[in-house]
DNA sequence: AATGAATGAGATTTCATTCAT
DNA sequence: AATGAATGAAATCTCATTCAT
């Protein structure tokens, strides 16, 4: 009846709370329409199936990822991780994401294939530039060598779900940082510092 | 055909395989099944849906993380630490386990509902047992005690997903208890102590 | 193949030629399908499971009953009794979906549930009526006063299914109550009033 | 474990109970066995099947309406009828049994199929009977003759149905039969005679 | 004789997707 | 461009029945 002017970007919005709130399973075309006040069919007109909504979803939420990281290439060293930190604890969604991934690569149709392979390449890419940052803060000497990269990089990737772990209370990458920086040693440095 | 022995732990290992394979949407009865080798029908005489089984699943392994981390009582401070995070990385699963959880209460039958109800109990109190054991490292001064509870129990309790953002190559608890300790200045304490 | 336009009305009715050919439990989806020549969840976009469907079926026929009944609220004692025997006669089917009702009232969805009470409700309501319709032929003369009138309505009620017992010849609600009025005591009235 | 003995008998009444409870699609060899506390199994070594069982059942409730019924041979006319229907009135459960009839000829076994048909044969007995009665009643004066024997036998058969829609109240084929002799006209012999 | 365990056949239900308007 | 209506395919679930012990 009431036809419903719909645009694109809605639906990519509707999709995301969708997927928070019921996970990819609970996730359906009528739970979108019903949420959009849409009719089932239209969205049919914008995505040719539901795999393609969710990655072209996923891939939005990426690039942004991927661009707010860019924005961090001017900084070095510590100060790069600690905004690569900021800019995952804003998108706390990629965590829930990226698992999300791997269901969607089984049906794998051609080209939905090679949209999950380049969510999966940036992905690596935004570790990559990690374990970069962290070299290169091991090189200026800003913070000790002897702490293997890789399991740094892995802390500060799985920081990514800190916001939903401590449920409300909000986390900076300065505290992260910090807690990492400083270490839990009761003598290491000043307190204050 | 012919009429496989079924023993109800088999099924509980088969769907751990399968819910990890596919996710909660691409766990079916069906799948599983054929994973061992019997009638669909056969699976209902153990557990009467499916969310059942996936819960008693749960259970089961939240049973085991308990216990485990039961055998640490007698560690007390950052020793204690070091032994919940050897558990969680051992039960690498959990995490994703604890991301299906909301997907059950939804449909929450009235016994399903108390199930799951009880693995969100058990969850706090894994919770608890961290802060507690933070607080008493903190006032046996083997930790700094500037830097907030809450913040490193949320960094532990999201350390257990290490394994999984490290593919493969393998941590302990003792390499993370190093790394939050030491810290990643690089003059805390000294490099090979 | 064909999309085949499907009307609600026509539903029902299916359904209710189904219902009586095969009972409760002869009825399916499948079945029921089959019948129209469309697909089986077609139906589903109408009801939402089956006993929905069936509930919905008895509740037309329900007020189709009562509809007929309150027309005959301008009679009065007798009159009106043949007049409530001439519908119950017409609608046949009524005494077996009486019989149905309580193979719905276990599963009871909340909703579900007040649909049934709603059809019990107006089990009882034409009950009443036929009470209050003899105790008025009684105090208006129109018949004996010392004959129960629980009996009486019971008589009349289970009349209902007269024509399922005659199959196929026809009785009228007059040729009932003449039977009932006239007695069969040889000697009651003149054999040809 | 406990090897409870098992007697054919119970199984038949248990049968009973549950047909009346729940009808004939409620009836599940599952909840037979439960309500005696018995392996599911277990009835098979009694009946080859579902429907073999009902059918048994059934025979044994027209078996001693029959044989009740015949022990009102002796009687004739009117007190046969109301012998009958004292008979009736006690196996208020036939009415119900004989709309389950139609449910088993579909699947109907060749064997299953002459079990069926020895019921409805049984069932035309009876109503021979009562129209046997009738014509005698006529020819002995007793009832008038001007009524249709059709009729009458078809409301008498329908009086089975009886204690079910009084709902506890007590009927006796003699107050039935007293509202069919006397009739509801008010000036039909004297009241109290 | 009695049973627990396993299963296949079929009913119920959900949902992505197509199609005519 | 938007939609309501219809549908097939696949999943969930129930139950009569078989089989080995």
Not at 81 to 92: A, E, P, S
Not at 121 to 128: K, V
Request: proline share 4%; hydrophobic share 40%; charged share 25%.
């Amino acid at each position: 009846m009431a036809k419903k002017k719909i645009n694109p970007q809605e639906l990519l919005d509707a999709a995301e709370e969708l997927l928070l709130e019921r996970g990819y399973s609970g996730f359906h075309f009528g739970a979108l329409s019903e949420k959009l006040g849409i009719g089932r069919s239209t969205i049919y007109e914008y995505f040719s199936d539901k795999d393609e909504l969710i990655t072209a979803y996923m891939d939005q939420v990426m690039n942004r990822v991927i661009e707010d990281c860019r924005e961090c290439a001017p900084l070095s060293g510590l100060n790069r991780l600690k905004g690569y930190l900021n800019v995952f604890l804003r998108y706390t969604q990629i965590q829930r994401i990226i698992q999300i991934l791997p269901m969607l690569d089984l049906s794998a149709s051609p080209e939905g294939g090679e949209a999950v392979a380049k969510l999966i390449e940036q992905h690596r890419l935004i570790h990559r530039w990690i374990v970069e940052a962290i070299e290169e803060a091991k090189s200026m000497g800003e913070i000790r060598s002897d702490q293997s990269t890789r399991l740094i990089a892995a802390m500060i990737f799985s920081s990514i779900q800190l916001p939903d772990v401590m449920q409300g209370e909000s986390v900076t990458g300065e505290m992260v940082i910090d807690l990492l920086y400083q270490g839990l040693h009761p003598d290491n440095g000043s307190p204050n510092r």
